[in-house]
């Protein structure tokens, strides 16, 4: 097997708000909600960069489609979603945009212990990201 990440997919509370969020707020791409012709089915996915996607899946039908009992969501995320761009200040807009759409800023843009500069907001269902310039890393924008 080759180690490939293709889709990553969010368990969402409220899929309008998660999809205006990342559409309307942060302004990534999207053909909106498809897949209601099914039931248990509605999803949303944005396109990300080298064939990578997002996907936007409610959190129920998220739990049911992978056979999982429903759960109540924990208070602490498990995992972080990284969002590495070419420099501070690309770092600085993308965390005020956030902010902006609705985000928690849990840790504001700042200068890092390794010598980069980032911040961490959580989106509307709380999941983490960390939005990062990393000097030793090229990011074109």
């Known amino acids: 097997m080759q180690a490939r990440i293709s889709l ?3 368990g969402v509370a409220d899929l309008e708000r998660a999809v205006s969020f990342y559409r309307d707020g ?3 791409a999207t053909e909106g909600i498809v897949g209601t012709e099914f039931e248990h089915g509605a999803v949303a996915f944005f396109e990300l960069q080298g064939g990578l996607r997002l996907g936007l899946f409610g959190r129920a039908n998220l739990l049911r489609d992978a056979g999982l ?3 109540p969501p924990s208070g602490s995320p498990a995992f972080s979603l990284a969002h590495n761009l070419g420099s ?3 770092v600085d807009r993308v965390m005020a945009q956030a902010a902006t759409a609705g ?3 849990v840790k504001p843009a700042q200068q890092t212990f390794w010598g980069g500069h ?3 907001f959580q ?3 709380g999941h983490l990201w960390e939005v990062a310039w990393n000097p030793a890393w090229e990011i074109a924008e």
């Open 8 to 10: 990553i997919t969010l």
């Open 26 to 28: 942060l302004g990534w």
């Open 69 to 71: 009992p429903a759960e």
């Open 88 to 90: 501070r200040a690309a």
């Open 103 to 105: 985000a928690r800023i």
């Open 118 to 120: 980032a911040g961490c």
């Open 123 to 125: 989106d509307p269902d």
